[in-house]
């Protein structure tokens, strides 16, 4: 930040006007003040031009003529794009704002491409770099926004530019059937809000998922879409599910990248691809990770897979797809076993969240995972709280739960055995819960293999730190063997288990009764 926007602020700030949409209003009322003046106004000229050119848009002015002529000075030669960036970019609850690496690979994408229209929905999310997207495009380019104080704003920032079209519109509600197609479009869609009255108008009810669908009808038949999306587009069932269908049927899979871990902090740590999409024919979908390389990202070493093989997959999870190579997986996909999804064999829900200025030592037991050790949960390390037993009976563990780990940097399972009194999970803790088809021993067995980590792994919304959803984990697909062929490989794996730790216990024992000798014929 500047030190023009720093004083600008101070002065601000000491008028009480402090939130970001107080700021942002300010600004612009300075803006809109600035092109009608002459230059050599009275301060109760000035008031009264603001007055007139902008209270019916902007609202009241929250001060007096002085107040206001003090940050109209303060304010009228700022650069009201940077300003408008200062004050959003470190803002958690503010709008989310595309790092510049990634406008500058969008730039690159659209300079390729050289469309004749352009689509940039959400536009203020992009102010990084807003002004370079729209000089890369060759013809016109539309904007929108659904906020008002942004739409007044990239009318002002692209004022003369006759190649621009700002609309006041949202695309999380059904759009106007007039509305135009474009050769591209670049979407970075709100994350983890939920449509209200229109949702059964859509396959799913999820801001990103309405936003996608909407946006699949504005593309021409030969044109591109860059779509920002959260991992649970490439996995998710029902309206997920069909929406990829949806675009597998009627539209081609450019490519799928991982975008770079923090890519949107501090607003979100949640993982994020970037979604191709385009109207023409495809050989082959590019899957893989973008990277920083020199400065810019840059897929890293990308794996094609034929586009006939890529839709007969029913979801776009990148891990499994890079793993086809690793022999466990293919095995996995190529075996006759029957499978079946996990939520329609087993309860699977999240345990409780638990506050620290709540956790009073008390009666009931909580399992943590830091309890949990090589599939082995340590029952006398438990913590404990006070708390009433109604509160937290949907949480209680029962005998042969299923513990996965939903937190963390590893994933760990374990199978629980009832212990006097109760035991609940915390919030860090997936319980998955058989209903009879298949045996706990068996399910837990399956998440401690190879092939089971590698698919739980895919289920990740987080990227460096493991965060897994509870309703995800319903989809995985587990082997559903005869009941007492998975009694068989159960208790051989029991036995198996046993002999391995009683070994190792006798080792770390022997090893401890050397050491101890050597420490005595020291001193």
Known sequence: MNNDIQSALAVLYQRQITSRDQLLTEALRVALTKKAVRGNETTSELFSIMKQKTEETLGFFPADRNDFRDIYDALKEIDLSEFTKSIYENDRSGEVITPTLLTQYIQKRITALAPETVLITDAERHLNGLTELVAACPGKVTLTTQLHPFEILLRLLFEGNSAVDVRFISIYSALPKTSQSHDYIFCLPAFGGRVGAEANAFLTQDYDGVALENLLGLMTSTGTMDFITPAKLTFASGGYEKLRRQIADTRNVESLYILPDGTFRPWTAIKTYLLSITGQETAAVSIGELKVKKDALAPYHPKAIPTKKFRVHGDWRIELL?????????????????????????????????????????????????????????????????????????????????????????????????????????????????????????IQMFLDSPTGQVMVKSFQRGVTIMNINHTDIMELEIPLLPLDRQRKLTEFYEVELTHYRQTVAQAEQRLQEQKNKLYDEMI
Do not use: W
């Not at 599939?375 to 913590?383: A, K």
């Open 322 to 442: 890079l793993s086809e190579d690793d022999r466990n997986i293919a095995r996995f996909k190529k075996s006759d076993t029957p499978k079946v999804k996990l939520g329609e064999v087993a309860e699977v829900f999240r345990g409780k969240s638990i506050l620290k200025k709540d956790a009073v030592p008390g009666e009931i037991a909580v399992l943590n995972i830091g309890n949990i050790e090589n599939g082995v949960i340590d029952y006398e390390g438990l913590d404990t709280i006070a708390e009433d037993e109604r509160k937290i009976k949907r949480y209680e563990l029962q005998d042969g739960d299923v513990i996965l780990s939903c937190r963390g940097t590893a994933i760990k399972s374990a199978l629980f055995r009832k212990q006097e009194g109760i035991t609940i999970a915390s919030a860090n803790i997936i319980v998955i819960r058989s209903k009879g088809q298949i045996l706990p021993a068996f």
